[in-house]
Nanobody, 120 residues
Framework: QVPFVESGGGLVEAGGSLRLSCAAS????????MGWFRQAPGQERVFVAA????????YYSDSVKGRFTVSRDNAKNTMYLQMNSLKPEDTGVYYC?????????????WGRGTQVTVSS
């Protein structure tokens, strides 16, 4: 039913940090390029960060580059997003998904996401 389960969100003050997790509920996780996306209220879902199957290559949107770090532990079937120096503009629901690495296009259905709220 749900391919991935996101967790780790919360309410933090600007400048704070959060670490999100994306746990695979099935499938050969280690063969998937993966990505993080977020959706702010009233806005479209946008790409945030991507990581290749073994973690060798990583790609970030300009808005988070230098502040966020994506990683993965294939032995645990889990991807992570370390978010530092958070800004109110980072507020939104964060989702993870299998992706086509070259284009960062999501593949398959979405999970339920985890809410991140950054106060000013």
């Amino acid at each position: 039913q749900v391919p991935f389960v996101e967790s780790g969100g919360g309410l933090v003050e600007a400048g704070g940090s959060l670490r999100l997790s994306c746990a695979a509920s099935g499938g050969p996780f280690r063969t998937y390029a993966m990505g993080w996306f977020r959706q702010a209220p009233g806005q479209e879902r946008v790409f945030v960060a991507a990581i290749s199957q073994t973690g060798t290559f990583r790609y970030y949107s300009d808005s988070v580059k230098g502040r966020f770090t994506v990683s993965r532990d294939n032995a645990k079937n889990t991807m992570y997003l370390q978010m530092n120096s958070l800004k109110p503009e980072d507020t939104g629901v964060y989702y993870c998904s299998r992706i086509m690495y070259r284009t960062r296009a999501p593949i398959g259905s979405w999970g339920r996401g985890t809410q991140v709220t950054v106060s000013s």
